[in-house]
Structures are given as structure tokens and as C-alpha cells.
């Protein structure tokens, strides 16, 4: 996988997590959750549930397609999960909570958006973002890009 490619599959990848789990701007979150995200830690066993987890999450619609409002909170993400019956079974069978989900979601989402940021001339880690779960992201690039692939994208009403 060449430089290129690595840049592009956060950016699939991106989406993707954007399409599955109600998503909150890192400069949007309070200061517990933005505390919560700098001490996580992607690991190799979350990530497994957190793909068959994403994998059960496809076609699920989780809100309405012209809802372009951003959550604030890890906790109010979990909760639109949780309110869709087809979300949240898709998430437990898999072994996870909603709300452990969206953390493993928005941590990988912060080291995506901070593999692009280093991706650019000049491009500087950005504060917060744990240098190990930016590691980890690349490493696990091409799986995530097997995500992307499988995804079939949000379920709209008609």
C-alpha cells in the first residue's frame, strides 16, 4: 500500500463511520468526552466487534436522511443508536454497547481525520489525538477499507 493509498482509505473510511454512528465534531464534544477520547485506546478485540458490529449496522437506517444535525456527547450519539430497535440489536449482537461503539467510532474517526492533517505539507499531529491509536488507524487501513467496500450506505425512506 503506497502513501496514496493510505490517505485514501481514511477518507472512505471516514465516510463510512459518518453513514453508521451519529457523528459529533471534536470541537463540538465537552470536556469529559474529549478527556475520554485522549485516554482511549483502539485495540485489536474492540476493532473485531467494532467491524461486525459496522457490518450488522448495514442498511439500518439510524436517522432520517435529511438530519444533517451534529450530536454534542458520546452519550447523546449512543442514544440515537439505542433508539433504533434494528441499531441497537445490531451493535449488542456483536458484543458491544451503543455507547462503546460510538467511542470506538469517534476515536477512530479522530485518527483518520489526523492521518489526513499529517497527510498535508506540513501537517502536524493535532492535540488530543493519542500518537498509538493514530498507529494503529494506519496499520488497520486496509481492513478498514474492507468496510468501506461492504457498506451498502443508509437506508432512506421512500
Request: charged share 20%; with cysteine; aromatic share 6%.
Amino acid at each position: 500500500m503506497n502513501g496514496k493509498d493510505v490517505l485514501q482509505s481514511p477518507l472512505a473510511f471516514l465516510a463510512l463511520v459518518a453513514m453508521t454512528v451519529p457523528v459529533a465534531r471534536a470541537h463540538n464534544l465537552n470536556a469529559a468526552d474529549a478527556r475520554e477520547l485522549r485516554a482511549y485506546a483502539l485495540t485489536e478485540a474492540v476493532f473485531d466487534r467494532y467491524a461486525q458490529a459496522t457490518r450488522n449496522l448495514n442498511g439500518v437506517q439510524i436517522q432520517a436522511c435529511d438530519d444533517h444535525t451534529e450530536v454534542k456527547s458520546i452519550d447523546e450519539a449512543a442514544a440515537r443508536l439505542d433508539a433504533v430497535p434494528e441499531a441497537r440489536s445490531a451493535v449488542r449482537s456483536a458484543g458491544m454497547t451503543s455507547r462503546e461503539y460510538v467511542v470506538f467510532a469517534f476515536s477512530l474517526l479522530q485518527s483518520g481525520i489526523a492521518a489526513n492533517v499529517l497527510g498535508e505539507p506540513g501537517g502536524e499531529l493535532p492535540t488530543g489525538v493519542p500518537l498509538e491509536n493514530l498507529g494503529f488507524y494506519l496499520e488497520h487501513a486496509g481492513e478498514m477499507q474492507r468496510l468501506t467496500n461492504e457498506a451498502e450506505g443508509p437506508v432512506c425512506p421512500g
